[in-house]
Nanobody, 127 residues
Framework: QLQLTQSGGGWVQPGGSLRLSCTAS????????VGWFRQTPSKEREFVAA????????YVARSMRGRFSISRDNAEIAVHLQMNSLRPDDSAVYYC????????????????????WGQGTRVTVSE
């Protein structure tokens, strides 16, 4: 069974940067789609970005494009979310999710598209 472990996150001042990582273990597929979502108490889980592994494909939600980006490590099943120019409204708990697939669609994903989830990591952007 695929298990996802998240790292990164924490507190940063507005305008700062953070990198979140999602590392998978226990998987046997040759390809995965890894999605990033975020959630606050007042909102439903929101799609942030998705990337394919090991393929070099990624899609970032329109509202975050230009500030957030996806990268990956091919030595292990790991996909990273680089977040720059962070704003207070980026504060949320960020989750990664994954599913075995080699078919990446450059569009938003729904939480229902994914089978496995990371534990979540809190990002706080404030003075």
């Amino acid at each position: 069974q695929l298990q996802l472990t998240q790292s990164g996150g924490g507190w940063v001042q507005p305008g700062g940067s953070l990198r979140l990582s999602c590392t998978a273990s226990g998987g046997t597929s040759s390809g995965y789609i890894v999605g990033w979502f975020r959630q606050t108490p007042s909102k439903e889980r929101e799609f942030v970005a998705a990337g394919a592994w090991p393929a070099d494909s990624a899609y970032v939600a329109r509202s975050m494009r230009g500030r957030f980006s996806i990268s990956r490590d091919n030595a292990e099943i790991a996909v990273h979310l680089q977040m720059n120019s962070l704003r207070p409204d980026d504060s949320a708990v960020y989750y990664c999710a994954a599913k075995p697939s080699s078919w990446f669609t450059a569009s938003s994903y729904s939480p229902r598209d994914f089978d496995s989830w990371g534990q979540g990591t809190r990002v706080t952007v404030s003075e």
